[in-house]
Structure formats: C-alpha cells, structure tokens
C-alpha cells in the first residue's frame, strides 16, 4: 500500500519526463479535431485536410472528399508514376525527350523561355517538374506517360476524385498518393529516395513547410490556382518520432497570403498535437476488459482521462445520474456503495466534441478502486473495491517523501 501512495505522488514525474509514455502507444485524435474544426469557422473560403500518422496508420480528415483543383500537386502523381517505370525498366532517365509547341505553358518553371525542339534528359524533367514546379516539364513527361494512364494510376492507389479530363483530387486522394510515394521509397530508395529528395528541395515553401521547425526535413509540393482562390500543399512531415503525412487543400479564398496564412496555422496545431498527442489507453476492470465507445486516453503524456458516459455504459456497476440544475454528473458504484460529483464546465473535467473527460485516477479512487498503469503497453488496470487502511495504518506526507528513491521501481498511475 505505501508503495502504491509513492507511486501516485510521482506519476507526473515518470510518466511527463522520462519519455517512456511519450514514445509509444497509439495517438487518438478526437482533440486534435476538435482543435482543427475550431479553426475552420474564421477562414474565408473552403478548406479540406487529411493527416495520416506513419506509425500508426491513424488519420482524421475535415472535408475530406471535397473535390479540389489539384493545380500542380498532380505532379506528384505523375512523377510517381514516372519513377515506377524507371523501375520497371519501360523508361530510362537518362533518355531523351523534345519540348514541342504543344507543351507549352507559362506560370511557374523555366522551361517555357527555351526553343521548341530543345531535348533534357527525362531525369532532368522530373526533377524540374518538382523542384521548380516547371510546367513544360511536366507537359512533355505527360505527353511521355499518357494522361489516361496516370488518372488509372491515381485510381490503383485508392484515388476517388479522379477525372479523365479535369485536374481535380480531394485531402484524403493526394494524401494516399504521398503515403504511396513513400511506401515506394522505402522500397526503392534510389529511385523513390530521389523524388523525395527533389520535394525536400523544393523552391515553394510557403505552405506547411515554413509552420515546421527548421530541423524538421519536410518533402511537399504546392499547387495554386489564383482564379478560384485555389492554395493547396501536401506534404511528408518526417517528425523524428511521429512522421506524417499531412494535404492541405483550399478555394474561394481571398488570395496567396490569407491561404497560406491558414494553412500554416493549421499545420502548426497539426505538428504542436504530434510533438505531444493524446494516446489510446487499454483498460482492464477486474481481470475483465470493458471496451467503452470511446476509450480512454493518456492526455498529452500527463494525465489518462476518460469520457464518463461511454465509461459508465460499459461498466455495469457504475451508474451515472445527470443534474441539469447544479450542471453535475454523479458518478456512484453498486459494488463500493460509493459515490463522485463531477461539475461540467468546472475544474473537474473538459468537454470534447460533447463529450464530457474527467481524469480517471481521481473518479475511481473517489469511488473506492485501485487503479494501476503501465507505461509499458499504455493499460490502466481497475480493482476493486478495495477497503481503506485505518487512519493510523496511511502513510503521512513524511513516509511518502523518505521512499520517493524507490518509486522508479513501481507502476506509475496517472493523477
């Protein structure tokens, strides 16, 4: 028992700065999107975003489908494409391939200021179409790969918003092409290693890169399409613990510096949430494992919090009462024959997305459970009830601060 009080003193400790909890476990995003939804009401025109965590496959999307001019972000799937038949061997990046009139385009690049019949190296072209955003570029590489043939490769990557005619895509499409890229690279890191390395040097950086600490190395590709206040970016954010993939797309906004203004803010709550995410945590109730609707989690590796309701749903011998007067939740226990009152909009808990998260330790061992967590597989473990030693048999704030050297030693528990 006196182990135990040790313990709970000194979970902020182990669990905040010895880096254990912070490393591991799987991120839940209910907060993060609430953060994110919280930013899109101000915004003038549409935004849509879809984030994909590298090391769990977790994701969340904000108008997710809404179909988007892709503007040059198709690039990326052209340039894929491209670098699959590299490998295949169908084409070599050390031939050649003609500018002609039909290839044509101003706006971004260079290309456009050289003669009609001027021949580059295939690999070339591929660089500049990313590196520069050079539009010639990636007309003659177009021209080479057949428009058709890269829709239908977009489709094979699971690609929805795709059309024959249009250069259109939503978040979640170009976001499944930059996981593909990097799938790709991870497999052929020659030629996949050097599209992404074209990326990381590219010259637009306005978008999600500059809202990522410098050290960061971030490979993205922007796409912008003034006439319909189109900015877009899509991105691999290669965090040193959580790598993500990260598409940004907008429309109907005011213009250049408003977009990308959001779409760096936005990216910023998304890297500040994976520099520190709230994490899935397993709990196990008397030798059994109740599975609440939504689970409960560690909360920014400092506290495990869990949504009352879907947890009284899914123990039996909790039951909760709601007081619309007072605005409190009573939590009682059939089992302990005791009972909590939780305030909403108090100190006691916080509301997401009409859920309502009170800190687990404090309600249960209100309620009279033990309550025990392993940093090691993110579990909280619940017994109980537990009878309370006599008033003589506690340990005083003395005998916990005597044994404080042995706590590493123990489980720790979240306040």
Not at 177 to 190: G, K, Q, R, S
Not at 225 to 234: A, F, I, K, L
Not at 278 to 303: F, M, T
Not at 337 to 356: E, H, P, Q
Request: glycine residues 8%; negative net charge; hydrophobic residues 35%.
């Amino acid at each position: 028992m006196r182990i135990f009080l040790v313990t709970l003193l000194c979970a902020l400790i182990i669990i905040g700065f010895n880096g254990t909890a912070s490393s591991a476990g799987e991120p839940e995003y209910t907060r993060l999107l609430a953060e994110l939804q919280a930013e899109m009401p101000g915004a003038a025109g549409t935004y849509g975003l879809y984030l994909i965590d590298r090391n769990s496959g977790k994701h969340l999307g904000i108008n997710k489908e809404e179909v988007f001019h892709a503007a040059s972000t198709v690039k990326v799937p052209i340039n894929l494409y491209l670098a699959h038949k590299f490998v295949s061997g169908e084409i070599d990046p050390s031939g050649y391939l003609t500018y002609e009139a039909a290839h044509y385009e101003g706006g971004t690049g260079y290309l456009h200021t050289h003669s009609f019949g001027t021949r580059y190296q295939v690999g070339r072209l591929s660089r500049d179409s990313i590196v520069y955003s050079d539009n010639v570029a990636t007309n003659i590489l177009l021209s080479k790969l057949g428009r058709s043939q890269v829709k239908d490769f977009m489709r094979s990557l699971g690609a929805e918003a795709v059309d024959d005619r249009r250069n259109i895509t939503s978040p979640k499409d170009m976001a499944l092409v930059m996981e593909a890229l990097v799938l790709f690279a991870d497999e052929y890191p020659t030629e996949g290693g050097l599209l992404l390395e074209y990326m990381r040097r590219s010259t637009f950086r306005d978008g999600i890169p500059s809202a990522v600490p410098p050290t960061v190395p971030v490979a993205n590709k922007i796409g912008f399409w003034p006439d319909s206040g189109t900015y877009n970016d899509v991105a691999y954010v290669e965090h040193l613990l959580r790598p993500y993939i990260l598409a940004i797309y907008s429309a109907g906004t005011p213009g250049k510096e408003a977009a990308y203004q959001r779409i760096r803010r936005l990216t910023n709550i998304v890297h500040s949430y994976q520099d520190h995410p709230d994490r899935v945590v397993n709990l196990i109730w008397n030798g059994g494992s109740p599975v609440p609707a939504e689970q409960p989690v560690l909360r920014r590796s400092v506290q495990v919090e869990v949504p009352i309701r879907a947890l009284c749903s899914a123990v039996p011998e909790l039951n909760l009462h709601w007081n619309p007067e007072t605005r409190e939740i009573t939590i009682s226990s059939t089992q302990t024959g005791k009972a909590t009152s939780l305030a909403v909009n108090g100190d006691t808990g916080s509301i997401v997305n009409g859920r309502f998260y009170a800190p687990m330790r404090r309600l249960l061992e209100n309620l009279g459970y033990l309550v025990e967590w392993s940093a090691n597989d993110f579990t909280i473990t619940v017994t109980g009830p537990i009878n309370t030693p006599p008033d003589g048999d506690q340990d005083t704030a003395a005998d916990v601060q005597e044994r404080e050297v042995d706590s590493h030693s123990a489980h720790s528990i979240t306040r």
